[in-house]
């Protein structure tokens, strides 16, 4: 079987100076819905889905598991912060769920695409704007970009 990565950037959240917890503002929010929509047209599932812990990225899972079917369990994971080294994540893919959703921030997805992608963090591979969703697949050793969904791209 081949094993898939879904990678979401957190929604755009209000400022510190507004909330200090950064909620997702009303224009991320329906960003994000628009991302969820299109997973639930396009069936994507996934077996597990974790996100970093922080309120904007807990809510932009939440919006996405609702719209799968079945709902995979949502969990926060360590390790997802946006500097956080991506090598640990990484390694844990290897033994990890066959369909996973990581809901996180930047610089951190853009580093772990282009690790896994073409095995340097360092050369930015996919564009992460608020809400973007990137699919991966792996297949045999090899991981590969799927598609790259961008919520201004969607009705």
Known sequence: MTQRLILVRHGEAVSETVDPQRPLSDAGRQAVQ??????????????????????????????????????PPLKAVSGLAPNDDIEPIADSLLDGPDRLM??????????????????SADRP??????????LLDRIEERWVIRCVIPPDLLP
């Open 34 to 71: 628009r991302v969820a929509t299109w997973v639930a047209s396009a069936g994507l599932t996934a077996d597990e889905a974790w996100h970093s812990g922080k309120l904007r990225a807990a809510q932009t899972a939440e919006l996405i598991v609702d719209a799968m079917m079945p709902h």
């Open 102 to 119: 990581l809901v996180g921030h930047l610089p951190f997805l853009g580093r772990l695409v282009s690790r896994l992608v073409i095995g």
């Open 125 to 134: 591979l996919a564009d992460f704007a608020a809400g973007t969703l990137v």
